[in-house]
Protein backbone atom coordinates (compact mmCIF):
# COMPACT_ATOMS: atom_id res chain seq x y z
CA UNK A 1 0.00 0.00 0.00
CA UNK A 2 0.76 3.56 -0.44
CA UNK A 3 0.55 6.26 1.82
CA UNK A 4 0.61 9.80 1.28
CA UNK A 5 -0.13 12.33 4.18
CA UNK A 6 -0.80 15.97 4.34
CA UNK A 7 -2.43 18.25 6.18
CA UNK A 8 0.28 19.59 8.37
CA UNK A 9 1.58 23.50 8.67
CA UNK A 10 2.35 26.28 11.30
CA UNK A 11 -0.26 26.86 13.64
CA UNK A 12 -0.29 28.90 17.31
CA UNK A 13 -0.32 26.74 20.16
CA UNK A 14 -3.88 25.99 21.35
CA UNK A 15 -4.38 25.59 17.93
CA UNK A 16 -6.11 22.61 15.65
CA UNK A 17 -5.21 21.10 12.54
CA UNK A 18 -5.93 17.78 11.15
CA UNK A 19 -3.85 15.50 9.28
CA UNK A 20 -4.88 13.24 6.30
CA UNK A 21 -3.74 10.04 4.75
CA UNK A 22 -4.45 8.57 1.77
CA UNK A 23 -3.80 5.47 0.79
CA UNK A 24 -3.96 3.48 -2.20
CA UNK A 25 -5.20 0.17 -2.98
CA UNK A 26 -8.51 -1.92 -2.60
CA UNK A 27 -8.37 -3.33 0.52
CA UNK A 28 -7.33 -0.21 3.68
CA UNK A 29 -10.57 -1.55 5.65
CA UNK A 30 -8.34 -4.52 5.76
CA UNK A 31 -5.43 -2.41 7.44
CA UNK A 32 -5.01 -1.40 11.15
CA UNK A 33 -3.39 2.00 10.53
CA UNK A 34 -1.32 4.44 13.04
CA UNK A 35 0.29 7.73 13.29
CA UNK A 36 3.81 8.85 14.61
CA UNK A 37 5.96 11.25 15.02
CA UNK A 38 9.40 12.31 14.99
CA UNK A 39 11.88 15.22 15.43
CA UNK A 40 15.31 15.56 14.81
CA UNK A 41 17.47 13.55 17.01
CA UNK A 42 15.15 11.61 18.41
CA UNK A 43 13.38 8.02 17.95
CA UNK A 44 9.81 8.27 16.16
CA UNK A 45 7.20 8.18 18.53
CA UNK A 46 3.57 6.53 18.74
CA UNK A 47 0.78 9.12 18.37
CA UNK A 48 -2.01 7.18 17.78
CA UNK A 49 -3.67 3.91 16.10
CA UNK A 50 -6.76 2.60 14.84
CA UNK A 51 -8.40 -0.66 14.09
CA UNK A 52 -9.30 -1.18 10.37
CA UNK A 53 -13.12 -1.33 11.42
CA UNK A 54 -12.36 2.37 12.98
CA UNK A 55 -14.31 0.67 15.94
CA UNK A 56 -11.16 0.48 18.30
CA UNK A 57 -8.42 2.93 18.90
CA UNK A 58 -5.15 3.59 21.01
CA UNK A 59 -3.48 7.21 22.03
CA UNK A 60 -0.36 7.72 24.44
CA UNK A 61 -1.57 9.88 27.58
CA UNK A 62 1.15 12.50 26.01
CA UNK A 63 -1.96 13.08 23.35
CA UNK A 64 -4.73 11.56 24.53
CA UNK A 65 -8.04 14.02 24.81
CA UNK A 66 -6.32 16.55 22.40
CA UNK A 67 -6.08 13.81 19.59
CA UNK A 68 -8.61 12.11 17.28
CA UNK A 69 -7.84 9.57 15.26
CA UNK A 70 -10.25 8.42 12.71
CA UNK A 71 -10.66 6.76 8.95
CA UNK A 72 -13.12 6.94 6.20
CA UNK A 73 -12.88 3.27 4.67
CA UNK A 74 -14.80 4.22 1.91
CA UNK A 75 -12.36 6.91 0.98
CA UNK A 76 -9.45 5.10 1.50
CA UNK A 77 -8.37 8.20 4.19
CA UNK A 78 -7.02 8.10 7.36
CA UNK A 79 -7.42 11.50 9.51
CA UNK A 80 -5.34 12.28 12.92
CA UNK A 81 -8.04 15.75 14.56
CA UNK A 82 -5.15 18.02 16.43
CA UNK A 83 -6.43 19.94 18.87
CA UNK A 84 -5.20 22.02 21.78
CA UNK A 85 -1.86 22.14 20.52
CA UNK A 86 1.54 22.82 22.19
CA UNK A 87 4.67 23.68 20.99
CA UNK A 88 5.91 20.16 21.87
CA UNK A 89 3.98 18.81 19.20
CA UNK A 90 6.24 20.36 16.59
CA UNK A 91 7.33 17.37 14.57
CA UNK A 92 7.14 15.50 11.07
CA UNK A 93 4.04 13.33 11.51
CA UNK A 94 3.62 10.13 9.60
CA UNK A 95 0.73 7.64 8.68
CA UNK A 96 1.74 4.19 8.53
CA UNK A 97 -0.08 0.69 8.40
CA UNK A 98 0.65 -1.48 11.22
CA UNK A 99 -0.85 -2.43 14.91
CA UNK A 100 0.24 -1.36 18.46
CA UNK A 101 2.72 1.12 19.99
CA UNK A 102 5.68 -0.21 18.03
CA UNK A 103 7.36 1.64 14.67
CA UNK A 104 8.84 -1.88 13.81
CA UNK A 105 5.35 -4.06 13.66
CA UNK A 106 3.97 -0.75 11.36
CA UNK A 107 5.36 -2.27 6.95
CA UNK A 108 3.87 0.62 4.92
CA UNK A 109 5.06 4.43 5.35
CA UNK A 110 4.15 7.61 4.41
CA UNK A 111 6.21 10.31 3.40
CA UNK A 112 5.21 12.64 6.44
CA UNK A 113 4.10 16.10 7.01
CA UNK A 114 5.33 19.02 9.17
CA UNK A 115 3.46 20.27 12.05
CA UNK A 116 4.85 23.29 13.60
CA UNK A 117 2.93 24.78 16.74
CA UNK A 118 4.65 28.43 17.67
CA UNK A 119 3.68 31.43 18.38
Known amino acids: VQLQASGGGLVQPGGSLRLSCAAS????????MGWFRQVPGKEREFVASITGSGYRTDYPDSVKGRFTISRDNAKNTLYLQMNSLKPEDTAVYYC?????????????WGQGTQVTVSS
Open 25 to 32: GRTFSAYD
Open 96 to 108: ARGYGRLSSRYDS
